[in-house]
């Protein structure tokens, strides 16, 4: 019955159906012989036979038994080199060893008497299948996890809060009355944050670290009109040769702002910085605001659960959140070496 299952199994693997299909019924048709000869076993010596000692013996005809299973591993292996395009390469490896074993073991099976190649080369083929499609399996959730992840930030960049656009443009308005030079700038900055954010959806992978600093920059500047005195921001970040996912700083530093910014707290002072650690590069954001959990629901853009999870999906990263010695929030990402995908 293995044989007819693998057949259907690397139809559903191709996404191809197994009803009245050709390569099946090839198959089935082969397998049905070699039922027929197993049951003539029972009532002939000329393929094998116990003795009454309970010893087993080949007949002249043996050979004849091993044939249709042989032609069924044969066109197995001719329809997976057909479809190889479709497979996945772990899929392709473990449909092969599992063709490719038991065949060698029923050529050998044939020159030699008395051992079970077919058992354990059957045995072993069949615990590299599970291996391989549990590997197989773990690889597809991975990328099912990256693919949502890109999905929840595509849709939480176009759901970028209005009220937000709403004062840049209140505050670009009357900045052109007072320091046209200054609502230039703010209208330059705000362009380049709005291409950052949107160029963020199309991208499948990681960025640069200076492409998200650029983004983190000119979203602070925007900001920094909009509060003057307000808000003061610090950046130390000598170290920029690393990669991570798009739209992971920015996110948090405007968290920052959207709970540290109040008119009757403190000006909230920031700070950003860089460094390369042991294994891997280290971003840490500090603010001086009155700080906040992740259980907090009203958040903007990108919910820092979700940050966290982009990061550990794509690049085995981790994001952690603690208090800041004297008040306010620090936030650190570690990004790991060698996992800029």
């Not at 990256?146 to 670009?172: C, D, G, K, W």
Request: proline share 6%; hydrophobic share 45%.
């Amino acid at each position: 019955m293995l044989m007819p299952m693998l057949t259907v199994y690397l139809l559903h693997c191709c996404k191809e159906e197994w009803h009245k299909n050709l390569l099946l019924d090839s198959v089935l048709v082969l397998w049905f012989v070699y039922l027929v000869l197993l049951t003539i076993t029972q009532f002939t010596t000329s393929i094998y036979y116990f003795e009454p000692e309970n010893v087993y013996r080949r007949g002249p005809w043996y050979p004849v038994l091993l044939v249709p299973p042989m032609l069924v591993m044969g066109v197995d292996l001719y329809a997976l080199l057909r479809r190889r395009s479709r497979l996945t390469a772990k899929q392709f490896t473990a449909f092969l060893v599992y063709i490719l074993l038991p065949t060698a073991a029923m050529l050998i099976q044939m020159l030699l008497f008395g051992l079970p190649f077919i058992l354990f080369a059957s045995a072993l083929a069949g615990g590299c299948m599970v291996l391989f499609i549990l590997s197989d399996q773990v690889d597809q959730r991975l990328k099912q996890e990256q693919e949502l992840a890109r999905q929840r930030a595509s849709i939480l960049v176009l759901q970028m809060r209005p009220h937000f656009i709403y004062n840049v443009m209140t505050s670009v308005y009357y900045l052109c009355k007072q320091d046209a030079d200054k609502a230039q700038q703010v209208i330059l900055d705000f362009t380049s944050y709005l291409r950052q954010n949107f160029t963020a959806i199309a991208r499948e992978d990681t960025v640069p670290f200076a492409e998200e600093l650029e983004h983190t920059r000119a979203y602070l500047a925007v900001e920094q009109v909009r509060f003057e005195g307000r808000l003061s921001v610090v950046f130390d970040t000598p170290h920029t040769q690393f990669r991570l996912p798009p739209l992971t700083l920015q996110p948090i530093v405007e968290n920052a702002v959207k709970h540290g910014v109040d008119p009757e707290l403190n000006p909230l002072h920031i700070a950003v910085s860089t460094r390369a650690v042991p294994h891997g590069s280290l971003i840490t954001v500090e603010d001086t605001g009155p700080g906040f959990t992740d259980a907090d629901d009203d958040r903007p853009h990108i919910a820092l659960g979700n940050i966290r999870q982009r990061l550990q999906a794509m690049q085995a990263g981790r994001l952690d959140i603690e208090a800041r010695p004297g008040g306010g929030t620090l936030v650190k990402v570690f990004v790991p070496d060698g996992k800029n995908s």
